[in-house]
């Protein structure tokens, strides 16, 4: 019962499938090309394309305000590695940082650990009550950010906000009129509520889904040998889902580390200095006030500093031998 | 496996504290939408006189009809095509082995998951430089791109199910190629594509930060961009009715997928484990 032998039991392909598709090597010819080509072609164009501008604009000279746009790549002076001694060495770029693996590491964690509650839940609640709950986490997962933003602006909101006048009702609590938005750092917590609350279904359902993998006779087992419920969950049911929690952990650092929408729209298009994170910092800098140049700049650093959680990622899931 | 009462009870209620906590913030827009302009800040979770005056208020303007037919074309034509260019790749990955398989299968989940902020300045930089900036491929071409990771994951995990033997055993009974592959292997293949294609539509429907880099005016703004355009208007003359209103109509189709495609998209979901 090692952790490797359930696998990722949610993202599954077994092995038996695997010499199938083998039966026939090399003889394939050329039309697997063919058929990959268009997709090949769409993500050159899209994403390569822009990766290759990114670091081309990163290692050009700034243009100043709007006649960067007027510019063309090969005419703009190549300036070596000076944007980056000058974003490395600005301090509010190391404030963005910091402020971002904060933001960035509360939010993997509360989500994570609320995922992991609701998927507990799910497995344990009559079925009528699991599927009304999948069916709302669905819901909430599929809500454009740009809807549960507003909405839990509006709740925190202190004109129209249902969460001031709750807090109020507290036996001595004065919350009425209070600006959540005022200080950062509650502005953030609230973002965090929008993030967390968008991010736990997903989570929550590959882990019921990787739950419900484990063999009701070790559950049993563990239950006839006397295990209480907490040593079960600690002892059996997370050393299996720890293939797929390590996947879920990765995946929510990168997603959490580039969150935008709800920032940007929680402050209505211009977030203050104490909100900006990684991407609302690149965002503002670049296509906000033109300055294309640092903004790929800052973009390219927090590329480079993301490859190296994605290939970790990307290893893991090789070895689990779900993308082969 | 008994469970005693007080259990029973204790995980019913989380439960409902779970769908309560989910559900209230949607419930609460619905309701402002439906509230009347003039008592839209009362405190009251249920509008105390129901109206349909902000509906009408925002299929006035051009500014939200053109924004919602934007939406729907923009997202229909990027998942349809992403679905295509997808499902020839999946086959690919799924069926036929070539050299290079591992670096195409590496290479789309890099850029399924690769954070779109870091793309949007050189993107925005050359659509401007190719004329798209501003048009509806300008949208579509970037929902494609990251549709298809997702996509191409998805489907080769649902190709991957299908017994292929079947398309075989066709022929031998006598089938041409193509009736084999139209009577037998497309009926298969066709749940997991119309899965595909939801979890590709919910992202172009749902996606925000290419539809405000990548458009400036009604002419391909999606309705997530025109809402901030709602908000943005004024600090004081919040037009709270209008964007309760256009975020019901935007969730609208979210509502019924998930309602009648419940399993379907949890298989997907599972499947993949990447989200759009």
């Known amino acids: ?86 974003v490395l060495s600005d301090s509010t770029f190391w404030a963005v940082v910091g402020r971002t693996a904060a933001f960035t590491a509360i939010n993997v964690v509360l989500s994570l650990l609320i995922g992991i509650g609701i998927a507990v839940l799910l497995n344990r609640v009559s079925k009528w009550a699991r599927l009304t709950l999948i069916a709302v986490l669905l819901f909430v997962w599929a809500v454009p950010t740009t809807v549960s933003t507003q909405v839990f602006y509006w709740l925190f909101s202190n004109q129209l906000g249902a969460v001031n006048y709750l807090l109020d009702l507290i036996p001595g609590v004065h919350m009425q009129g209070h600006d959540w938005f005022a200080d950062p750092h509650q502005g953030l917590a609230v973002i965090t509520a929008v993030v967390v609350w968008g991010a736990v279904p997903l989570l929550a359902i590959s882990l019921h889904a990787g739950i419900g993998q484990i063999p009701k006779e070790i559950i049993e087992a563990a239950r006839c040998d006397g295990a209480t419920p907490w040593q079960t969950f600690r002892q059996v049911t997370l050393p299996v889902l720890a293939p797929l929690l390590v996947i879920l952990t990765t995946l929510s650092v990168i997603w959490d580390f580039g969150v935008f929408n709800q920032i940007w729209f929680m402050r209505t298009g211009h977030p203050e200095p104490g909100y900006q994170t990684v991407g609302i910092y690149m965002y503002s800098t670049g296509v906000g006030s033109s300055h294309y140049n640092v903004g790929a700049t800052i973009g390219v650093l927090m590329m480079l500093g993301l490859v190296g959680i994605m290939i970790f990622y990307i290893r893991q899931l090789f070895r689990i031998g779900d993308a082969e | ?162 017994p292929w033997e079947l398309e075989k055993a066709a022929k031998m009974d006598g089938a041409t190629p193509y009736q084999a592959f139209t009577k037998v292997i497309a009926p298969l293949a066709a749940p997991g594509m119309f899965t595909t294609a939801i979890l590709i539509f919910i992202f172009c429907w749902n996606d925000f930060l290419f539809a405000i880099s990548l458009t400036s005016t009604t002419n391909a703004r999606t309705v997530p961009a025109a809402i901030g355009f709602f908000t943005g208007s004024s600090q004081f003359t919040a037009p709270t009715g209008s964007i309760s209103a256009a975020a019901v109509i935007i969730t609208i189709p979210i509502i019924i997928f998930v309602l009648f495609f419940q399993r379907r998209i949890v298989a997907g979901l599972t499947s993949g484990a990447v989200k759009g």
């Open chain 1, 1 to 86: 019962m090692t952790a490797t032998d359930t696998g990722a039991p949610a993202l599954g392909s077994g092995p038996a499938r695997r010499s199938r598709r083998r039966r026939r090597p090399g003889r394939s010819g050329r039309l697997p090309y063919l058929l990959i080509l268009p997709a090949v072609l769409v993500l050159l164009v899209v994403v390569v394309w822009p990766l290759f501008k990114i670091v081309q604009l990163s290692l050009q000279k700034q243009e100043s305000g709007k006649f960067a746009l007027f510019h063309s790549g090969a005419s703009s002076p190549f300036a070596g590695l000076a944007n980056f001694r000058t």
């Open chain 2, 1 to 162: 496996m008994t469970t005693t009462a007080k259990q029973k009870v204790g995980w019913g209620t989380a439960n409902t504290v779970a769908v309560v906590l989910a559900i209230v913030p949607v419930l609460w827009i619905v309701s402002l939408s439906f509230k009347d302009p003039a008592t839209i800040t009362d405190a009251s979770f249920w509008p105390k006189k129901w109206t349909l005056e902000n509906y009408r208020g925002i299929f006035k303007t051009s500014e939200f009809t053109h924004a919602l037919i934007n939406s729907i074309g923009i997202a229909l034509i990027a998942t349809f095509i992403a679905v295509v260019l997808a499902s020839m790749a999946a086959y690919a990955v799924a069926r036929l082995s070539f050299p290079g398989k591992g670096l195409l299968i590496g290479m789309s989940l890099l850029i399924a998951m690769f954070p779109a902020i870091s793309l949007v300045t050189p993107l925005f930089n050359i659509e401007r430089s190719l004329h798209l900036f501003d048009t509806w491929p300008a949208l579509i071409i970037p929902y494609i791109a990251f549709g298809l990771p997702l996509g191409i994951y998805t489907l080769s995990a649902f190709f991957r199910e299908i």
